[in-house]
């Protein structure tokens, strides 16, 4: 790692909407780096503006968090955080990317006057289902406005050079969760647990067991997974289907898991207890949108099976069909024929898992924390972006 100059006396302000657990550790830890630098650190962000079943709401601890009160209008669509006062005192202000936050927009403005240094962090394009042709004119609009770019992979980074940001304007950050306290609560776990928790879901040692993990949203798959679900059963027919998680989806899980024993629906999970069902699962089985779900899987070991889409998350770089997943055509017959295909072959299954692995140790957050304060230092640094 390239040695970092020390900058005294600098402040950073990082805003969120709001504070997701898998996001603490990252924030933690670049807070620490930073300070070693001089450089102080504060993270503003809000509550949800309603519960949604995800149960993954977090808080910062009072030397780093900043909580701020959140208005939303028309149907959230649009949202101001009031931190104008906190993002004048700040050297550096990092917002995430997003057309919905007025505050950006005012950020913008100070960036285009040379008032105040601007980055944004985020994924670039937006590859969400029902995005409006106007709003991604905005976008590609306001790209080229900031001092900076924090972007979330290579992909991203494509995206904002083909229109017109400058590459020593952009950081790659890689991004990740901290599968290293993951991996290591993997680790604590025997195969006498193992076995007691299939004996609790009633599973037999070499039944073949799938996972799905995350929220229980439309663009999840969830409608395929368990169309796919029966037809994979009716060739395997020793398969069971775990679902972890939580959403507006979640009757329709239940009502699944109501009619069919075999599909098992245990809500949401965190820490050791979403490890154990990494333990007996032997895919990961998400015909939806891919995140950084996959990095957890590839900290078990787990391939991940899903479903070629246009609006996969920018994570779904990290994986390589038929080397360490896979990934089928876009259709319930065809996923399901694909993960048969992978249960029924001892040495695909222990290739993949092998691979993933692997694939694991590039993308880690101590990586991405190092890659980020490399950005700031670099940003603060430079005088003239243009």
């Given amino acids: ?68 009160d959140c208005y939303r209008l028309f149907s959230q669509r649009i949202l101001y955080q009031p931190l104008l006062r906190a993002a004048a005192a700040a050297d550096l202000v990092i917002a995430g990317q997003a057309n919905k936050y007025l505050l950006n927009y005012l950020l913008v403005i100070l960036s285009v006057l040379g008032c105040k240094r601007v980055a944004f962090w985020g994924l670039g394009e937006n590859k969400d289902e029902g995005r409006s042709e106007f709003s991604e004119w905005v976008r590609r609009r306001v790209v080229k406005k900031v001092d900076w770019w924090f972007a979330y992979t290579m992909g991203t980074k494509a995206y904002l050079t083909s229109h017109g940001v400058s590459e020593r304007r952009i950081t790659v950050v890689s991004n990740a969760v901290d599968t290293r306290e993951f991996s290591r609560l993997l680790a604590t776990i025997d195969e006498r647990e193992i076995a007691t928790a299939r004996q609790q879901f009633e599973i037999q040692e070499h039944d073949p067991v799938g996972l799905f ?49 075999w599909i098992h629906f245990v809500g949401p999970k965190f820490g050791r207890q979403k490890a154990i069902f990494f333990k ?29 889409v246009p609006y996969h998350g920018p994570e779904m770089e990290y994986l390589a069909n038929g080397k360490n997943g896979l990934v089928a055509e876009n259709d319930p017959w065809a996923y399901a024929s694909q993960v048969v295909t992978f249960f029924s072959s001892a040495s695909l299954q222990r290739e993949l898992s092998h691979a993933a692995l692997l694939a694991g140790r590039t993308y880690s957050i101590d990586a991405m924390v190092g890659s980020f304060r490399e950005g700031i230092q670099a940003c603060l640094r430079t005088t003239n972006l243009n």
């Fill in 213 to 261: 993990v995350g929220a229980l949203l439309p663009d999840k798959g969830l409608d395929m997974l368990l169309e796919s679900a029966n037809l994979i059963k009716e060739s395997l027919p020793n398969f069971h289907l775990f679902i972890v998680g939580g959403g507006r989806e979640e009757q329709r899980v239940l009502t699944a898991a109501d009619k069919f024993p």
């Fill in 1 to 68: 790692m390239p040695r970092i100059v020390p900058n005294r006396d600098k402040t950073v302000l990082i805003i969120q909407e709001q504070m997701k657990h898998y996001r603490v550790p990252f924030f933690t830890r670049l807070h620490d780096a930073l300070r070693d630098d001089g450089i102080s650190l504060r993270v503003a962000y809000s509550d949800l503006a309603e519960r949604d079943g995800k149960n993954d709401e977090a808080a910062l601890p009072p030397e780093l968090g900043l909580k701020v």
């Fill in 280 to 308: 007996m699962a032997d895919a990961l089985l998400l015909p939806g949108r891919v995140g950084l779900v996959v990095l957890d899987a590839f900290a078990a070991g787990l391939p991940l099976i899903t479903v070629d």
